[in-house]
């Protein structure tokens, strides 16, 4: 056998699985997403596309390959976010991706079963989510939004910037549960020991300007 036939049998060989699998047809996976935004929020539906742009990188295709079931909420709507959550477990996808806490406690109490992995999470030991962050047990894991450790060095660059600062006001979503974790887990910190840091709560456009001008006088 020449060297053109060896190659032609070893392509010929290499194609046969695919050309197979082509014919037998892929198995189809199923994947939820529970957003906690409206289907008409831009931010959300950039989110959204980066996952699929992800996926399809990665292989996966949306209607070859994958089938996303996908279901968008409204922020601090949690009875939107159980029925949701519901109906995606009823769905048996082989697993769940959730955005932000509010979904995924909603999962969490929805499912032990169907993995759920989270994203932009700010702290998923504190809310209950996982056990730890080093074994997260159960059937849920994901990502962090930021480590606590950080925003005592946002203060630490803060004074760097501007040292006669002796009082800093913290604007923080009062719905979000552990919005204020990270300061007061920071406050005996260096930083902390010669700033004054007052937080302020805010959810929706208005408070948050009030505040704002508020914290400039502070």
Same mark, same amino acid.
């Given at each position: 056998?020449?060297? #053109? &036939?060896?190659?032609?049998?070893?392509?010929?060989?290499?194609?046969?699985?695919?050309?197979?699998?082509?014919?037998?047809? &892929?198995?189809?996976?199923?994947?939820?997403?529970?957003?906690?935004?409206?289907?008409?929020?831009?931010?959300?539906?950039?989110?959204?596309?980066?996952?699929?742009? =992800?996926?399809?990188?990665?292989?996966?295709?949306? =209607?070859?390959?994958?089938?996303?079931?996908?279901?968008?909420?409204?922020?601090?709507?949690?009875?939107?976010?159980?029925?949701?959550?519901?109906?995606?477990?009823?769905?048996?996808?082989?697993?769940?991706?959730?955005?932000?806490?509010?979904?995924?406690?909603?999962?969490?109490?929805?499912?032990?079963?169907?993995?759920?992995?989270?994203?932009?999470?700010?702290?998923?030991?504190?809310? =209950?989510?996982?056990?730890?962050?080093?074994?997260?047990?159960?059937?849920?894991?994901?990502?962090?939004q930021f480590e606590f450790s950080?925003?005592?060095?946002?203060?630490?660059?803060?004074?760097?910037?501007?040292?006669?600062?002796?009082?800093?006001?913290?604007?923080?979503?009062?719905?979000?549960?552990?919005?204020?974790?990270?300061?007061?887990?920071?406050?005996?910190? #260096?930083?902390?020991?010669?700033? #004054?840091?007052?937080?302020?709560?805010?959810?929706?456009?208005?408070?948050?300007?009030?505040?704002?001008?508020?914290?400039?006088?502070?």
């Amino acid at each position: 056998m020449n060297r #053109r &036939e060896f190659i032609t049998l070893l392509g010929g060989a290499t194609a046969w699985p695919l050309a197979v699998r082509a014919q037998q047809g &892929e198995p189809v996976r199923r994947v939820g997403v529970l957003m906690n935004s409206p289907a008409d929020d831009a931010q959300g539906q950039g989110r959204f596309a980066a996952f699929l742009q =992800g996926l399809q990188q990665l292989g996966w295709s949306e =209607g070859r390959n994958v089938r996303i079931d996908v279901r968008w909420g409204a922020q601090g709507d949690s009875e939107t976010n159980r029925q949701h959550a519901a109906e995606l477990v009823a769905l048996a996808p082989e697993v769940i991706l959730a955005s932000t806490a509010p979904p995924t406690a909603a999962l969490q109490r929805a499912t032990r079963t169907i993995p759920v992995v989270f994203a932009m999470v700010v702290d998923p030991v504190g809310t =209950g989510i996982v056990a730890s962050l080093s074994r997260p047990g159960g059937n849920i894991t994901g990502f962090m939004q930021f480590e606590f450790s950080v925003a005592g060095k946002w203060l630490e660059l803060l004074k760097q910037i501007a040292p006669g600062v002796t009082r800093a006001a913290i604007l923080r979503d009062p719905s979000s549960l552990p919005s204020s974790r990270p300061w007061r887990r920071r406050s005996a910190s #260096r930083s902390f020991q010669s700033t #004054r840091a007052t937080p302020a709560k805010s959810s929706t456009a208005s408070p948050l300007s009030h505040n704002l001008r508020t914290a400039v006088w502070l």
